[in-house]
T-cell receptor
Framework: GENVEQHPSTLSVQEGDSAVIKCTYS??????FPWYKQELGKGPQLIID?????GEKKDQRIAVTLNKTAKHFSLHITETQPEDSAVYFC????????????FGSGTRLLVRP | GAVVSQHPSWVICKSGTSVKIECRSL??????MFWYRQFPKQSLMLMAT?????????EQGVEKDKFLINHASLTLSTLTVTSAHPEDSSFYIC??????????????FGPGTRLTVL
């Protein structure tokens, strides 16, 4: 079955710098890749997603890139702000999975003021 | 995005009692709802998938008699933790998805329910 690996597990950046989180997946047939932000004590919030027919998607300071050949996708956050501090999860949706997402292990991002 | 609510946001109960958690999609009809469990500093662990009007599908290792799931309408699913014990203490999160044949819609998460069993 699908397996998603996420790196790094923790990331500390200075306010204003960029942050990059990477995920790799094993099932080449997976076709949907969302990213979630989870703040302490809250549920995950969808921040951006990408489908397999697209290589890159951007929404203001957040972008996601997908490399289907290498089976990896990345989250890019530019001009980081302290409020970006949270845990970020990537996920992949394999086909014929009853729409069950497979999650990465999470990255704890700390943006230092 | 769509809004999913959960109630209660936190609950403390005595060992041996049952606790019901509600998950509602507020502005869309959810054909599928998912229940997750999350331990501190860990990823989300899928417990079961719930489709409206049918029995839930449980993940391997999840006791269906202990975690009762009901998805009676397109906007409401409930998780009942029966005969709760301290090891059931966790953060329970639901998500809701709307989908139709050949397509997939985003999965939206509720705010979570913190369960503490004394």
């Amino acid at each position: 079955g699908e397996n998603v690996e996420q790196h790094p597990s923790t990331l500390s950046v200075q306010e204003g710098d960029s942050a990059v989180i990477k995920c790799t997946y094993s099932d080449s047939a997976s076709n949907y890749f969302p990213w979630y932000k989870q703040e302490l004590g809250k549920g995950p919030q969808l921040i951006i997603d990408i489908r397999s027919n697209v290589g890159e998607k951007k929404d203001q300071r957040i972008a996601v890139t997908l490399n289907k050949t290498a089976k990896h996708f990345s989250l890019h956050i530019t001009e980081t702000q302290p409020e970006d501090s949270a845990v970020y999860f990537c996920a992949a949706l394999p086909p014929d999975s009853s729409y069950k997402l497979i999650f990465g292990s999470g990255t704890r991002l700390l943006v230092r003021p | 995005g769509a809004v999913v609510s959960q109630h209660p946001s936190w609950v403390i109960c005595k060992s041996g009692t049952s606790v019901k958690i509600e998950c509602r999609s507020l502005d869309f009809q959810a054909t599928t709802m998912f229940w997750y469990r999350q331990f501190p500093k860990q990823s989300l662990m899928l417990m079961a998938t719930s489709n409206e009007g049918s029995k839930a599908t449980y993940e391997q290792g999840v006791e269906k008699d202990k975690f009762l799931i009901n998805h009676a309408s397109l906007t409401l699913s409930t998780l009942t933790v029966t005969s709760a014990h301290p090891e059931d203490s966790s953060f329970y999160i639901c998500s809701a998805s709307q989908r139709w044949e050949g397509s997939y819609n985003e999965q939206f998460f509720g705010p979570g329910t913190r369960l503490t069993v004394l």
